[in-house]
């Protein structure tokens, strides 16, 4: 067993990673002012990861099978873990995002039995024909419920016109039709190659201590299970699939969103986010000028935003909002972006930013969860979860500056516009 103190000198805190002999991580986040913990037992095993290699051999799996096996790992053959969590009075629940699988639980009591149900559950698996075959009408459902959001419409309407190749396009639940392509033997290998301890990490923060994780892990009996998994990156072209499109769906309002495909060269830097995360916010936040002007006109009705979506291989930024008038709200955003990108960004501006960006993000080492889930996202990363604090204070205006001239190209950009079906 290997044992690395992670501190920040910043915030005057620590955090321990331990490797176990069984190869699991372990994240303590120790929080003693706390009444509780969250817990997240998570694998780097996301909608985006359908190219891979397990021990030499590849693997190409259809859209949905990540978020398929969440589902499925809460049923063994003793029963629903929903049903053993509600015994111990914790709070369970899981998500597949593009690059990962979480299975949390958050409880203030029976802290140790909670441990042991998450820790057996999500590495038993239990699959056969007729289960599978239930959980595909379930999740079935479920896909028909999402065609019915405007927001996930166009989100991946918008992705689907910036990447011709990269899996990011497809809906993390994947369609009815590749969700039927799924085997309980396909299941299984996957969960051999990304349940196995070694590719696991179990973060808690809280009011929780070292020896209680390490004693749950061997409470657990994992078996040192070695294999060698290559994720494959897919190569994507730089250049669109469309440059408009749009839909008409039971709404009362048009939403539309604008997405550019941001140059990737290598591995996006945890900076090239951040930088990102502030002329994003600069642009179209609350404060911003545009967003104002927007608001006081009444072309958007407060649904506005701006955000960077961006993983290890893939980065993009996406404005959207409600307008009754959306060719006029892109027309605004087109401007806002030519006048930012033409004077650049001021001083006072990236001071304002940076300094309530940085702010929120110190308050947040306040909640258990953010911490807890912050730690994954990062460690996923190759980083620790103090590291966006310390390239937050090294990012200078000039930084900031000299990424927004390669960003929001025209060349690069798609416009998807969901429209109310006509009376």
């Not at 190569?235 to 009362?252: F, G, H, L, Q």
């Not at 911490?371 to 990062?378: F, G, K, P, W, Y």
Request: hydrophobic share 40%; proline share 3%.
């Amino acid at each position: 067993m290997e044992k690395q103190i992670i501190k920040s000198d910043i915030l005057k805190e620590q955090y321990s990673l331990i490797k176990t002999d069984c190869g699991l991580t372990i994240a303590c986040y120790p929080m003693p002012r706390h009444n509780g913990i969250h817990a997240v037992f998570a694998t780097k095993f996301g909608s985006i990861n359908r190219r891979f290699t397990v021990d030499g051999e590849k693997y190409e799996i259809p859209a949905g099978v990540a978020h398929f096996l969440e589902h499925k790992m809460f049923e063994n053959e003793d029963g629903d873990a929903f049903e053993k969590f509600a015994k111990t009075g914790a709070n369970a629940n899981a998500f597949t995002s593009f690059d990962k699988t979480c299975y949390i639980f958050s409880a203030t009591s029976n802290i140790d039995a909670s441990l042991d149900i998450l820790l057996s559950f999500v590495t038993q698996p239990y699959f056969t024909k007729e289960t599978v075959e239930k959980e595909q009408g379930i999740i079935g459902q479920e896909i028909k419920m999402y065609d019915d959001s405007a927001s996930w419409r166009v989100l991946f309407g918008v992705l689907e016109g910036l990447y011709h190749n990269h899996t990011v396009k497809d809906d993390i639940a994947g369609s009815v039709e590749s969700i039927a392509e799924i085997t309980p033997e396909m299941l299984y290998k996957c969960a051999e190659a990304f349940y196995s301890p070694g590719e696991m990490i179990l973060s808690v923060a809280g009011n929780i201590t070292e020896q209680q994780l390490v004693d749950a892990v061997e409470r657990a009996g994992f078996t040192a299970e070695k294999h060698h998994v290559v994720r494959e990156q897919t190569e994507e072209p730089e250049d669109i699939v469309y440059s408009e499109k749009s839909i008409k769906m039971p709404i009362s309002l048009p939403l539309v969103a604008v997405g550019f495909k941001e140059k990737v060269d290598g591995t996006v830097t945890a900076k090239q986010g951040i930088i990102g995360d502030i002329i994003i916010d600069i642009l179209t936040g609350s404060t911003s000028e545009l967003f104002n002007k927007l608001y006081d006109s009444n072309v958007v009705n407060g649904t506005f935003e701006g955000e960077i979506f961006a993983g290890e291989d893939y980065y993009s930024s996406i404005i959207s909002g409600e307008s009754a008038d959306p060719q006029l709200l892109v027309s605004e955003i087109w401007q806002a972006i030519d006048k930012i990108k033409e004077n650049g960004i001021t001083q006072e501006e990236f001071d304002i930013s940076k300094n309530a960006m940085y702010g929120s993000m110190v308050v947040d080492f306040e909640n258990v969860e953010e911490v807890a889930t912050s730690i994954v996202n990062q460690y996923f990363k190759g980083n620790t979860v103090y590291n966006s604090l310390e390239i937050f204070k090294e990012i200078t205006l000039e930084d900031v500056n000299s990424q927004l001239k390669t960003m929001f190209n025209k060349d690069r950009c798609t416009v998807f516009t969901a429209y109310p079906m006509e009376a």
